[in-house]
């Protein structure tokens, strides 16, 4: 299961300033591969994509559920899509 994938993931909770984008970043960096952004909205919310082997996109959403982010995770909601591109690396918006 190495396809390409795209991850958009809007994660509920304490997660705003509380440097929830930044070691998103850092996770998708240490998987290696994975491209995209993490982005605050203006609901409270923290959207995430991430375009990259499948098989690391679901250890980043492993991840984003799990009780290792800073913050509290209320909730995560995701979809998944084929690859647009257009990214180069993984961004803080």
């Not at 970043?25 to 995430?48: P, T």
């Not at 499948?54 to 492993?62: D, N, Y």
């Amino acid at each position: 299961m190495n396809d390409d994938a795209r991850l958009v993931a809007w994660v509920r909770g304490k997660v705003q300033r509380v440097g929830f984008r930044w070691f998103t970043r850092a996770k998708a960096l240490e998987l290696g591969g994975l491209s995209g952004f993490a982005l605050n909205l203006q609901d409270g919310r923290v959207q995430v994509v991430a375009e990259g082997r499948r098989a690391e996109c679901e250890r980043l959403l492993e991840w984003l559920m799990g009780e290792d982010t800073p913050g509290r995770v209320d909730g995560v909601t995701e979809i998944w899509d084929t690859p647009r591109g257009g990214y180069t690396g993984f961004e803080i918006r």
